[in-house]
């Protein structure tokens, strides 16, 4: 197990933990303690969500990198002005013109939820 999805299993639980009581949810007894003391197999179920979101954000973001890398080569290849020793920078600058844009949209949905 990667230590990183044992770090975030932790997190979790603690998120979980927090949120429940803000929302006047009993836990059980037996898991309201730190993540090393919950039952093996609470653990395991909290271990195994973490693996589980961590795959299908990296399954998430690969896809609109790959399809973000894809529309900014074909923009590349049409600008004839723009030199090959250029390519990479170029490349770079357009993911992360993309990624600007995507991060101010779902901030703006966010603010728009709230209001």
């Known amino acids: 197990m990667i230590k990183n ?11 979980y933990e927090s949120i429940s009581e803000d929302q006047n949810w009993k836990t059980q007894k037996k898991c309201q303690v730190a993540f090393k003391n919950l039952p093996k197999r609470n653990q395991a179920v909290m271990i195994r969500m973490a693996e589980r979101i961590k795959i299908q954000f990296h399954m998430f973001f690969d896809k609109i990198i790959n399809e973000t890398l894809k529309n900014s080569e074909e923009k ?4 004839r002005s723009v030199k090959t020793n250029q390519r990479e920078d170029y490349l770079l600058m357009e993911f992360q013109k993309f990624l600007h844009l995507r991060i101010k949209k779902k901030v703006r949905e966010e603010i728009r939820k709230k209001i």
């Open 5 to 15: 999805t044992l770090k975030f299993a932790e997190w979790m639980h603690d998120s």
């Open 76 to 79: 590349f290849n049409k600008k």
